[in-house]
């Protein structure tokens, strides 16, 4: 095999070897990215709830609802506006884009309806509020430490 034959195949393996590697690594990235985005529902201890639908948390957000199916006055509590977690539970529980729901609050707003939820900046103060007020519903990211809220299942 002449020298330039090696080269070319030489080449080639590395080149394959390398969009191999390039391949691997953007699927973890993407599959860690996914798993960032999970998110647990969490309530205070005391809340007799193991399991809401998704159309309950859903108007507890948007203040449809005001209390539990108990008569304790509900309190949802919101990730801050730029959280990428507040886009999946956006998506996936109020089925509405950031800007619609940002949409709906300055129209509740304008009329004298209602105030949006509060908008807490990390996991750890979401997970303090819910063990503050009985009536609180959150959502935190996967890893987060409940330090007693417990998990509800969305249903």
Do not use: C
């Not at 729901?101 to 103060?125: C, H, N, T």
């Not at 990211?141 to 299942?153: C, F, I, W, Y």
Request: hydrophobic letters at 45%; glycine letters at 6%.
């Amino acid at each position: 095999m002449n020298p330039a034959a090696i080269i070319v195949r030489f080449r080639s393996a590395w080149l394959g070897a390398a969009l191999l590697l390039l391949s691997l690594v953007l699927a973890g990235r993407s599959a860690g990215a996914e798993s960032a985005l999970a998110f647990r529902v969490i309530v205070h201890p005391e809340n007799p709830s193991s399991s809401l639908s998704r159309e309950f948390v859903a108007d507890a957000y948007l203040k449809r609802v005001t209390r539990w199916p108990d008569g304790q006055p509900l309190h949802p509590v919101d990730q801050h506006s730029g959280a990428a977690l507040r886009q999946r539970f956006s998506d996936v529980v109020l089925k509405r884009s950031l800007t619609a729901v940002k949409r709906y609050w300055q129209q509740r707003i304008f009329s004298g309806r209602e105030l949006p939820p509060p908008e807490l900046d990390s996991d750890d103060a979401v997970v303090s509020y819910v063990l503050k007020h009985r009536g609180a519903i959150g959502y935190v990211s996967e890893p987060t430490k409940l330090q007693g809220a417990k998990t509800v299942t969305v249903r």
